[in-house]
T-cell receptor, first 112, second 115 residues
Framework: DADVTQTPRNRITKTGKRIMLECSQT?????MYWYRQDPGLGLQLIYY???????NKGEISDGYSVSRQAQAKFSLSLESAIPNQTALYFC???????????FGPGTRLTVL | GESVGLHLPTLSVQEGDNSIINCAYS??????FIWYKQESGKGPQFIID?????DKRQGQRVTVLLNKTVKHLSLQIAATQPGDSAVYFC??????????????FGQGTTLQVKP
């Protein structure tokens, strides 16, 4: 969905490096989310933000941090990447509680 | 704890047949359910949703059925086409203690459409 964009789309990095994944949305939604998807598995919630001043940990936040720079931007950082953080990362947005979440195209991250 | 699960990891159907993908959920407090389709290399795409005050909702070629008694959700795709081949996820909107509504995703069912 072009309303939610993620950069980069693919990234290969080395263990110990700091990585930032960025997400932007033009849907005007207050709520933004970061998910991780491993092969053959569903989506696991890393962090979520209900507005610019609100950041919450999800199921698997260890090793990750986020920044909500503006309503439209939500970035995910890996301070010191490790190989088991190799996965697909998705950003999503929603307008209100209980609303559908709209996903970006994903970032494929490989940590060597 | 809560969980959302799909009954079969892979479903193979003939083109033109109807497909039924099932999902079981465990949280009685969930009040909103969504089906997503994920094609290879893409993010999940919204297909259809249903709120807990409904039993059935229809879209274009898709129908979602909700059975709250047995906590079961299904997605029916009519006249399945090759373009329907994808992984399908169900998700429930969970209202736990102190929770303002998060989606919990199942692990996904891969739908393969045979020509």
């Amino acid at each position: 969905d072009a309303d939610v964009t993620q950069t980069p789309r693919n990234r290969i990095t080395k263990t110990g490096k700091r990585i930032m994944l960025e997400c932007s949305q033009t849907k005007g939604h207050d709520r933004m989310y970061w998910y991780r998807q491993d092969p053959g598995l569903g989506l696991q919630l890393i962090y979520y933000s209900f507005d610019v001043k609100d950041i919450n940990k999800g199921e698997i936040s260890d090793g990750y941090s986020v920044s909500r720079q503006a309503q439209a931007k939500f970035s995910l950082s890996l301070e010191s990447a490790i190989p088991n953080q190799t996965a697909l990362y998705f950003c999503a947005t929603s307008g209100s509680p209980g609303d559908t979440q709209y996903f970006g195209p994903g970032t494929r991250l490989t940590v060597l | 704890g809560e969980s959302v699960g799909l009954h079969l990891p892979t479903l193979s159907v003939q083109e033109g047949d109807n497909s039924i993908i099932n999902c079981a959920y465990s949280n009685s407090a969930s009040d909103y359910f969504i089906w997503y389709k994920q094609e290879s290399g893409k993010g999940p795409q919204f297909i259809i949703d249903i709120r807990s005050n409904m039993d059935k909702r229809q879209g274009q070629r898709v129908t979602v059925l909700l059975n709250k008694t047995v906590k079961h959700l299904s997605l029916q795709i009519a006249a399945t086409q090759p373009g329907d081949s994808a992984v399908y996820f169900c998700a429930e909107n969970y209202h736990g203690s102190g929770n303002t509504g998060k989606l919990i995703f199942g692990q996904g069912t891969t739908l393969q459409v045979k020509p």
